[in-house]
């Protein structure tokens, strides 16, 4: 059975302060729903020593949003994944759209990364996805097929199974334009289908996929409701605790 997962992507979001009291508030209401998928927050590298702090002994778990593509050294402003790691962080979300658009992240670069993360004991969250004229050029799944080749089909089985997957059409990023449940399942399937080809059934059967794109508390049980579909990355209603657990709660 795969893990079911909902993770929150805070994003460039909230002051230290705030953010410590959004991971206390979302800790505090968990305590009375108990829920069923693994819970994870995303946060900027900056909070994250503090907000591991705040959720010890809560049932949430912490990831960064990034890490460095270099292990150490003369890279300055960078984050390693070792650094990332020794806050209490147990996943990295890499290959984010934004990551790549805004910050020429290409395959390489992101297969550093996942290397890195994985040689340092973080569970990488790798979001693919394709952007709106891809989807209207009918392009989608040899987008999504690429970026998975291009950074994470180069791992072995051991390693590629600590890899949650994320489809997040960029189409569907912060702008109130989900895909359908529909659209979502096919997508999923057919990225379940290509980890198959490449690891076989029990990995494939293994893997948890997530659906990221303006999945909010009113649309999150309709899209969770697909086979293929484990649960979601939330961006902009990750950043309010009630809409948060109420998209826990519909996992
Ligand atoms: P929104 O939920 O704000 O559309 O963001 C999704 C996302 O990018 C999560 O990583």
């Not at 460095?68 to 994944?81: I, W």
């Not at 189409?171 to 290509?194: K, N, V």
């Not at 979601?232 to 709660?249: N, V």
């Amino acid at each position: 059975m795969r893990t079911k997962m909902v993770a929150g992507n805070w994003k460039m979001n909230k002051t230290l302060q705030e953010g410590v009291a959004l991971a206390t508030e979302i800790k505090e209401a968990l305590k009375n729903q108990k829920p069923a998928c693994e819970v994870v927050i995303a946060t900027p590298f900056i909070h994250l020593a503090t907000v591991s702090q705040v959720i010890e002994g809560s049932p949430i778990h912490l990831a960064a949003e990034n890490c460095a593509d270099k292990a150490s050294g003369a890279f300055t402003g960078e984050v390693s994944a070792a650094m990332v790691r020794s806050t209490g962080a147990e996943y990295c979300i890499l290959g984010h759209s934004e990551r790549r658009a805004y910050y020429h992240e290409d395959y390489a670069i992101l297969r550093e990364k996942v290397l890195l993360a994985l040689e340092n004991g973080l569970k990488p969250i790798f979001c693919i996805g394709e952007v709106k004229e891809e989807r209207e050029a009918n392009i989608h799944e040899q987008v999504v097929k690429d970026q998975l080749e291009g950074s994470v089909f180069n791992l072995s089985a051991e390693d590629f199974a600590k890899v949650t997957l994320a489809y997040e059409p960029v189409w569907a990023i912060g702008t109130g334009l989900t895909a359908t449940p529909e659209q979502a399942q096919e997508m999923h399937a057919y990225i379940r289908s290509l980890v198959e080809k490449k690891y076989g059934k029990q990995v494939a059967d293994d893997t948890t996929i997530l659906y990221g794109g303006s999945c909010n508390a009113k649309n999150a049980a309709e899209l969770f409701a697909n086979p293929d579909v484990d649960g979601g990355l939330i961006g902009g209603a990750s950043l309010k605790a009630p809409d948060f657990c109420t998209i826990i709660a519909a996992r």
